[in-house]
């Protein structure tokens, strides 16, 4: 019997989302701290000659409107920007308003100063590896979002799922779980051992690794891998008998492991110099004495940009002559063009940074504010990403984005973003309090107990129950766990 086969097609409708590549450099600027910000806009301008320092002509003339009075009496000869020189420009249209601002400063006024940063990033640091390894353009692409996606702790918390998903919506990117993972581990070679790690454990299993073979270091080994638990709640006995190990070569392999660092993108830093706290805030808030809260960007370093005006003065008539133009100047007329129309996407998407960084930034001073106007840490209201998207009108992402390697220099000092994002935790009667809070006033309660009759996690939820604070014992252990406080019997 002949057996008929065929053939069935079918249509599967699958919408992606994809980003232009305005949106793309968008999205690469929102990441950059201010003093990235300011070598990638002067990398731009040697790149792009259509590009060049200074504001927009217009720009400055409505600004000279708004800042010089029209008074009718004033003598007309009054010039207020006497002291400018015009030099290379052309005219006074043409001078940047840093210089204008420069001159219009009272005498003896100096600007104020902002520590500035002398040490190499986190970032930058990690990137420096990447740079040697040989990988191709998209790998490295794949290598610089894992590295940014990095704690402070230099730990990988993010699962491949999640940075797939973000880097096929935001980047446009799709690429395999196998090939993230490979790429993880290309970095969790980088220096120092154990960045890129995605737990603890295997933090401490990247630095024993790099140790020479040894009967030590097999021991050590084991331990981290099989009981890390165990390890960590100091069950020593279970351990020995578990790995038939004796004492003493239990107690060598904890005396080597206690050297181990658990947060190597901490050490890290250390490592690079002791000036971590010279830091260059993105925003300035300063909190005036009626409470009137003043908001403004860093952007002390960061030049104006234009388009050149010889360029859109060629590519202007070039356009005139287009009809009649030969091979040659067609050519011309498209490399002007596509220095102009880059030049004026970089420009539109600097300025579009910074109105999302102070829409970010705006939100949580109002979410924040009892903060901003009196310093104290526990006035800090829970607040996640999510409320200060909606609050700002954009994506969590975009947030996300912003508030990465941000800091803000206030009244009271200076912060990370990230200091102003904190959980919630709701009682029973709808009250919503701080995990901050509750932390503080769990770390107090475990600091002022006998020491000789520690707390169990039962006792500390019944003593922050009767301080006001509700919480279940698991929630107790929980915390008590995040500030690396052990329990009761190792608390003796």
Do not use: W
């Not at 660092?261 to 110099?273: F, K, L, Q, V, W």
């Amino acid at each position: 019997m002949a057996q008929n086969s065929r053939q069935i097609q079918s249509q599967a409708q699958q919408q992606v989302q994809t980003l232009s590549p305005q949106q793309v450099l968008l999205v690469k600027l929102l990441e950059l701290p201010t003093v990235e910000l300011e070598e990638r806009v002067h990398a731009e301008i040697l790149d792009n000659p259509a590009l060049e320092e200074g504001k927009d002509p217009a720009e400055i003339a409505e600004d000279q409107a708004n800042e010089y009075p029209t008074d009718p009496d004033a003598d007309p000869d009054t010039n207020y920007n006497e002291d400018v020189s015009l030099g290379d420009y052309r005219t006074e249209d043409d001078i940047p308003d840093y210089k204008l601002q420069e001159n219009n400063r009272s005498a003896g006024e100096t600007p104020e100063e902002i520590p500035l940063s002398d040490n190499v990033s986190f970032y930058e640091t990690l990137k420096e590896q990447l740079d040697m390894q040989e990988l191709t353009d998209e790998q490295k692409m794949l290598g610089e979002y894992i590295i940014g996606s990095l704690d402070d702790d230099g730990l990988l918390r993010k699962t491949t799922e999640a940075i797939m998903d973000e880097l096929a919506i935001y980047q446009g990117i799709y690429t395999t779980e196998e090939e993230l993972e490979h790429i993880i581990s290309i970095i969790q070679d980088f220096d120092p051992a154990g960045i890129g790690a995605r737990s603890l454990k295997e933090c401490l299993l990247l630095q024993i690794k790099r140790k020479e073979d040894s009967p030590l270091k097999k021991i050590e080994y084991d331990i981290i891998d099989q009981y890390c638990d165990e390890f960590t709640k100091k069950n020593k006995d279970k351990i020995i008998q578990k790995l038939n190990i004796t004492e003493d070569e239990y107690n060598a392999a904890v005396a080597e492991l206690v050297k181990l660092n658990p947060r190597p993108g901490s050490s890290m830093g250390e490592a690079m110099g002791k000036n971590l706290h010279h830091i260059i805030p993105d925003f300035i808030v300063e909190t005036e004495d009626d409470g009137n809260i003043i908001l403004s960007l860093n952007n002390r370093n960061v030049p104006e940009l234009r388009l050149s005006r010889t360029f859109t003065d060629m590519l202007e008539e070039q356009t005139k002559n287009k009809a009649n133009q030969s091979k040659e100047a067609k050519d011309a007329f498209m490399f002007l063009k596509q220095k102009v129309d880059a030049a004026q996407g970089f420009i539109n998407a600097v300025k579009q940074r910074q109105n999302t960084m102070l829409s970010t930034m705006q939100a949580i001073i109002d979410l924040q504010r009892p903060f901003f106007t009196e310093g104290d840490e526990t006035l800090l209201k829970p607040m996640i990403l999510k409320d200060v998207a909606e609050r700002a009108k954009l994506d969590i992402s975009t947030v996300s984005r912003v508030s990465n390697s941000k800091y803000v220099q206030t009244n009271f000092g200076i912060f990370p973003l990230k200091y102003f994002f904190n959980d919630g935790y709701t009682t029973d009667n709808g009250e919503e309090l701080s995990v901050r809070e509750i932390k503080r006033i769990l770390k107090e309660v475990i600091d002022n107990e006998d020491k000789e009759n520690p707390l169990t996690d039962d006792e500390l939820a019944e003593v922050l129950k009767d301080k006001g604070y509700p919480i279940a014992r698991r929630t107790v252990a929980k915390y008590r766990t995040q500030l690396n406080i052990p329990v009761a019997r190792l608390r003796r």
